[in-house]
């Protein structure tokens, strides 16, 4: 059944990325959701954690790509910088399926998808658009960066698990 629901969730990740076109908020909700659950069934005997983090960078680097063509789009002013974090951040994604080594991503944070979301949510909620105005961009732009930076570290370098080690329950990876 583990194996079952993890493939579907794979497969609802491959097929609710290009709904960014459709349904932008309710895509970004529903991607951000199955990007972090999908682990939660991989890791009971379904996936090894290595073939785990191949699957989810390429699945990662799918969702990266819609939410590129989508911002050419839909965002134009924003087009360049996102397409330069967006690069940048695929550099280290195919170092990563080179070397297969997860910390290369402290080196190649994903700026990328984080700025899209700031981006993304100032302007669709009205409220929020103060977030990019001149007087709290370079603010903005710091919490992300550094949250992100943190957030790098943390998932890939320290490799700490809330579940795992705040919680105590432990991942059941396929040997």
């Not at 690069?87 to 170092?95: L, N, W």
Request: proline share 3%; glycine share 2%.
């Amino acid at each position: 059944m583990d194996k079952f629901l993890y493939f579907l969730i794979i497969l609802l990740r491959v097929l609710s990325a290009p709904l960014i076109f459709i349904w932008p908020l309710p895509a970004i909700i529903l991607s951000f959701f199955l990007d972090v659950i999908d682990i939660e069934f991989a890791s009971k005997k379904v996936l090894t954690l290595s073939e785990y983090e191949r699957y989810d960078k390429a699945l990662d680097t799918w969702w990266y790509l819609n939410v590129m063509i989508f911002t050419w789009f839909q965002l134009p002013n924003y087009r360049h910088i996102l397409l330069i974090l967006f690069i940048f951040r695929s550099i280290g994604e195919v170092i990563f399926f080179i070397k297969n080594d997860r910390k290369i991503f402290f080196l190649f944070p994903n700026f990328f998808e984080n700025i899209f979301f700031l981006i993304f949510f100032s302007i669709y909620f009205k409220q929020l658009n103060f977030l990019l105005s001149e007087k709290f961009i370079f603010f903005s732009l710091s919490v992300v960066i550094i949250t992100k930076i943190f957030q790098e570290w943390w998932v890939h370098i320290a490799q700490i698990s809330i579940p795992e080690h705040f919680f105590g329950k432990k991942r059941d990876w396929r040997k």
